[in-house]
C-alpha cells in the first residue's frame, strides 16, 4: 500500500471518530526472507500486511484501540472501541495533546525500488552464493536474505499528516569449520548491494582463521571488537537517554548533563537520516526528529524527548516518542558512533596483547545503573600479540560496566550498519584499554 | 467452521501450483493490555488481528506466505507466493527436508475457563492495575510503580491438504507489579509474582490469582530495603533458587538446549546452536538422577496449551530428561522425522503472519519430595535467590550467568539477612548434575513466560516451566560482580 493509500484510510478513520481529538497511525508491510542452515533453505516467507491503530481522546482521556481490518465497518468498529476505552481511563495529571502539522523531508535513498521489487529467485540467489563459498571452503552456513519494504503514516485531528516509505534489506551469515566459526553482515537500504560471495568469503576465512582455538585467562583485557561486536553493547545505552529514565533516576546520566561521563574520543549521536541507515523523518506522534548530540566528546550533552517528557521537564520536544500513550518514554531509535582517525588495521597493529571480538551473544544487563553488561564471545575471536591477529582463542564471558570501558578507547575511521532485526545503528570498530572477562569456555 | 470455503480454495490453488503438500492456518486475534504506571493509565488498548498464512511444500522444500485479505484473489495469490518461494528454495539448497503429514485430524479445542474475560468491565480491571500500584508506592524510595495486565483470545483454524480440520479457540491472561527503588546513586527493582508475573492459559481467574493488591506494599518496601542491604558475597558456596529463578534456569540451560531444530543448526547464524547431540540420547547424564523434565502440552493451566500445534499434530506428553539422563527433544515433524522420532507438538506461530517453527511450550521439572522449608536444613553457607534480574548464557547453552533481584543469606541452615545483586553462574550439566533437592508438590507452580524470543524476525512465545524451588552445591556466586 503507498503513501496515499495510507493516507486516504486515516483519513477515513478521522472523518468518521466522535472523539474529541483523535490520531490514526496507519502502517504497510511486505517482508520477505529467506532463511538458511546446511546449505539448504528451511524458510522461505513472504507477508503482506496493513495496520491501523486509532488514538480516541474523549474529556481528556486516551483510548487505543488497533485492527487490520480496513473496510467501513470495520474502522466504524475501531473509532468505537477506542472512544469507549477512553471512557474507562482516568484523566492524567498532564492532559495528552496531539501535535500539530509539520513539514518533514524524508532522507535520500531511504527508499529504493529494486529491493521493494526484490523476488524470492534474488534473494535465492544471495544464498546459493554464500552456500558456494561454504562448500569451496570446507564450511557449513546459517542465515538469512531478507528484502521489505514499509510504510508509515500518522495524521491526527491537529493537522499533522506525515507519510514515510522505507525499503530495508540484509544478509547475515556464519559460517562453522570443525571447531571455529565466523560471521559477516550487510543491512541496507538497497538490495543491489548484497553479495553472497563476498559475505559468505568474509565469514568463511574468519571461521578458517580461528580454527583450532585456544584459551586465554580471563580477566582484564585490551579489546577490540568489530561494529557488530560493539553493536550489540552500544544498543543497551539507548535507554540511559531518555527522558524518562534520566528524569526517574535509573540512568547513569541521570543529574549528570554537561559533566565528562566518557573519554574525550566519544561522540554518541541520534541521525535518522544517517547515510548508513537513511530512515523515517519524524517519530510516532508525527513530530519531526531531532538530529542530536547525545555524547560529545565524552561530555553528555542531551537526552531524548516525546510531547509528554517535554512538557514535563520543560524542555525541546527532540521527536522521539514511541507511539503514545506509552509507559516505555522516549527513546533514540537511530543512534550513531561517530568515527575516529585510525584505520581497524592500525588499531590492531598498535595493540602488544589483546583481544579482537567479532560478535557477541546474550548481551545483558547486570547493573543497570552502572551500566555492567554480561555476554558471550561468537563467531570469530582472536588472540592479538605484538600488533598481529595471531591465532583463534575460545569464547569468553565479560562482565563489565561499558560507561567505564568507554573512558579510555578509540575508534576506527569506518563506521557500519548493525543490529539485524533486533536494532538498527552505526558505529565503527573500538579499541578498549581495559575490558573485563570473567570465565572462559572450552570452544 | 468459518474459514472451510476460503480454506478449500487457497489449497487448491496450492496443490494445483505444484505444491505435493499444503496447509493453511486461519487466526483471528485479539489482544488486550492495560499498563499503570505512577498513577497514570500509561496503556490501555484494545488489538484485533486476523489473516492466514499458507505453507506449501515443493521438492521437499517449504514455502509461506501470509496475508490479511480473505477475497478470492488474495487466497491465489497467497498460494501462488508460497508455491514460488518453495520452488526458488528447492532449486537453491543442496538438500531436502520437507515430510508429508500421514495423520489427518478433524476436532476443536477450547481452553477451560472459570471467568471469561470478556464479562470483566473495563473499570474493574483498571481499578485493581490503579489499586495495586498505588501500594507499591509503600517506601519514600520507589521512583517507579508499575502495574499491567494481557488478555489474549485466538481463534484458529487449520486445514491441510491430506484433510485435517482443527478449530481452537485458546485464551492466555496475565499480570504483574513491579516497583523501582533509586537511591545513593543505587537502583533496585523486585516484581510479583516471580520476575515476569503469573500468566497461563486461562481467563480472569488467572489475573485473580495472582493477588497483586495484597502484595504490592510488601513488594514495594523490599524494593526500598534492598538500597541499603549487604551486597552478595562471591564466592563458592551453595545455592537454593526459588521457584520462578528455577523457571528461568530450566526454560534457558534445557528449554533451548533441547529444541531439536536449534541442534540441527536452523537457528545458528542467531540464537546459536546446543550442546545437546540426539547421538547421546539415553547416554548423556544431563543432570542428578532426580532431575525428570517433560514436556506436557496437555496440562491444566499451561501457557502453551492447546489441543493440536501450528502444524496439525495433536498435543502430547514426552521426557526430554528422564532421572537425569537424556531422553528426547522439543520436535516439529520435519526434524523429528531426521532422528527417526515423532514430533513432540511444539511447532507454533507468533500468529497468522509468522511462520510455524519449533517452540519451548510446557517443558517442566517434576517436583522432589523435600518440604520447602527443610531445602535450608544442611547448608553450612549458601545464598537463597529469588526472582530473575539478569540473565545471560552462550550460543550453546552452556556457559550461563543469571542474577535476581532479591537474595538472602543462609547460615548454618538458617535464612538471615537480606542480600542485594546476587548472580550466580556455571556450566550447564555441572549445574544441573550439583542438583541433591528438589523441593516437594505443595511448592510447585506453573510460571508462565509471555516474552520468549526465538527466530529471525524474532517471534515471542508463551511458555510454562513449572517447578519448585532446588538446592544446588558448590556454586560459582557473586560472579556479576567481579569475582
Redesign the interface.
Known sequence: MDASARRALAARVLERSRADATEAIVTSEH?????????????????????IRVRAIVDGR????????GDDAAIDALVQ??A???A???R??EPPQLVARADVTAPPAAYVAATANA???E???V??AI?AQATSNGC?C???VTTAEGGLTIANSAGADASFDGTECGA???M?AGDSTG?AERYSTDARVLDGEALGRRAAEKARASADPVSVDPGEWTVIFEPAAFGELVIFLASHFSAQSYD???SFLSGRLGETVMGAGVTIRDDYAHPLRPGAPFDWEGTPKSRVALIERGVARTIVTDSTWAKKLGRPNTGHGLPA???QGPYPLDLVVEPGTAPLDDLIATTERGLLVTRL?????????KT?L???T?DGTFLIENGKLTRGVR?L?F?QSLVDALGTCAFSNEQQRTG???YNLVAPAVKFDHF?F??T?D? | MEFSVHAERALDTALARGAAYADVRFERTRTERIEVRNGDVAALSDTRSEGFGLRALVDGAWGFAACARFDDASLDAAAARAVAMARAGAAAGIRRIGTIPSDAYVDHYVTPLERDPAGVPLGERVALLLDAERALHSAPSIAVGLAWLDLWRTEKEFYSSIGSRIAQTIYQSGSAISALAVGDGDAQIRMWPGDRGMYFGGGWEVIELAELRENAARIGEEAHQLLAAPQCPSGTMDVILGGSQMSLQIHESCGHAAELDRIMGWEANFSGTSFLDPAERGRLRYGSPIVTIEIDNTMPRGFATCGYDDEGTKCVRADIIRDGMLVGFESSRDTAAQIGSASTSCVRAESWEYVPMIRMCNLNLLPGDVPFEHLFDDVREGVYMEANRSWSIDDRRLNFQFGTQIGWEIKHGKRGRMLKNPTYGGVTPVFWNSCDAIADAASWFEWGTPNCGKGEPMQTGRTTQAAAPARFRNVAVGVGYGR
Open positions: 517482508r520477505a526472507l529467506t532463511r538458511f542452515t546446511h546449505e539448504f533453505v528451511h524458510q522461505n516467507v513472504d507477508v503482506e500486511n496493513v495496520s486516551t483510548g487505543v484501540a488497533s485492527s487490520n481490518a472501541r477506542a469507549e476505552i477512553a474507562f481511563a482516568p492524567p495529571a523476488s524470492a529467485e534473494r535465492a540467489n544464498a546459493a552456500f557449513w546459517s542465515g538469512y547475515n551469515v556464519k562453522t560471521f526517574e533516576g535509573s500513550p506509552n509507559a551473544w546474550y548481551v545483558r544487563i547486570v547493573d543497570q545503573r555492567i554480561t555476554g558471550m561468537r569464547n564471558r562482565n539485524s532485526y533486533h573485563t570473567a570465565s569456555t570452544y
